[in-house]
């Protein structure tokens, strides 16, 4: 019998927790393309570096990596290579400007989350040494909401959501958000930057209400991190292949994401076991959190789902699952599963017939 993934990655970590504190790991996240959300993650660590942090910056958006570029370098080696075994870790890590630290994770992100699973817990003691010469890892994440955008996100101790005043855009990070709360409870402390913003105004309300809604509608706490103006340096300094901090030190933009920096070491950082920690949850088998498996059969589409422990006592007491009761019931209770509360995993059609939930 196979020895669980699980097993094996806790017996990897005990080993290696009580060496040092523990870094930072940061999730910089996107509902879309488009927001600034790597510029955003080489900015943060340029200013972040310059503040005395040893920062090292994982490029994990395999479709679009382009970090190396941004810090003035060119990843000629990335995780994919480690993990085929062609280099060692450390050979994979590059340096750019002002000293950050970067490696770029190519195809290697979504190769590592389907590894098997001895091959996962040997990568994962390689890993692990990359925490020796940092105290803040950012993890720049690809945009959208597919799995391992999300496993990042929901790996990481804070996540950094970035979105801009656009109507598409607040309305994609908002589904970033509710994705993220269907989950579970064991979720980073969020901050929120909204970029591209026309004055202060519009940023003020705009921070205020991605919040709002988080918390009215998921009960998801955002804490609002800053805004960045509307600043055409910023492309200029992409062109350049330069940090904007370096590129045009005096910028409004620049000074924007200064002002977040400082912010966000002023914030004390969430309990952790730096990377450790990080790579237990990204490398576990399930995404979502203990749960109870629900099929659902009626008269109409139906759903497969998981519902966690908080929704299954809701639930219950109203429909007594595993009996015979009413088709009505049970498309009310299809309706439910399927809301924004529901932590869906999987979604099929199992048949049309019914009046049973099993």
Request: glycine fraction near 8%.
């Amino acid at each position: 019998m196979a020895v669980d993934q699980a097993s094996r990655l806790r017996q990897l970590i005990e080993r290696n927790q009580g060496v040092g504190k523990g870094a930072r790991v940061v999730s910089v996240a996107s509902g879309k393309g488009g927001t600034g959300k790597s510029v955003l993650a080489v900015n943060l660590a340029v200013a972040l570096r310059r503040m005395g942090q040893r920062v090292l910056v994982l490029d994990c958006d395999f479709g679009l990596a382009n970090v190396d570029l941004m810090l003035g370098a060119s990843a000629r080696r990335n995780l994919a290579h480690v993990l085929s075994g062609e280099i060692m870790i450390n050979d994979a890590v590059q340096e750019g400007v002002e000293g950050v630290r970067f490696l770029s994770g190519g195809s290697g992100v979504e190769a590592l989350v389907h590894m098997h699973e001895k091959a996962a817990a040997a990568m994962t003691d390689s890993l692990l040494q990359l925490e020796q010469d940092a105290d803040i890892i950012l993890l720049d994440t690809g945009a959208g909401v597919n799995d391992t955008v999300m496993r990042l996100i929901q790996a990481s101790h804070e996540s950094v959501i970035i979105t801009t005043p656009e109507p598409t855009a607040l309305m994609d990070a908002y589904a970033l958000l509710k994705r993220l709360n269907l989950m579970g409870t064991r979720l980073p402390a969020l901050r929120l930057v909204i970029n591209r913003v026309e004055n202060s105004r519009e940023a003020q309300e705009t921070l205020r209400a991605l919040p709002s809604l988080a918390m009215r509608f998921l009960n998801l706490n955002i804490e609002p991190l800053g805004s960045i103006a509307f600043d055409p340096s910023v492309p200029s300094a992409i062109k350049r292949q330069t940090p904007l901090l370096l590129a045009y030190p005096g910028s409004a933009a620049a000074r924007d994401i200064q002002k977040i920096a400082q912010l966000f070491m002023g914030i004390q950082a969430t309990p952790r076991t730096g990377l450790s920690s990080f790579f237990r949850r990204f490398l576990a088998k399930e995404v979502a959190p203990s749960s109870i498996r629900v099929n659902c059969v009626a008269p109409g589409p139906t759903q497969t789902g998981w519902i966690d422990e908080e929704l299954a006592n809701a639930v219950m007491p109203d429909i007594p699952l595993g009996k015979l009761i009413q088709p009505q019931d049970i498309a009310e209770t299809i309706v439910f599963l399927v809301s924004e509360r529901a932590a869906m995993v999987t979604g099929q059609v199992i048949k049309v017939s019914g009046g049973h939930a099993v």
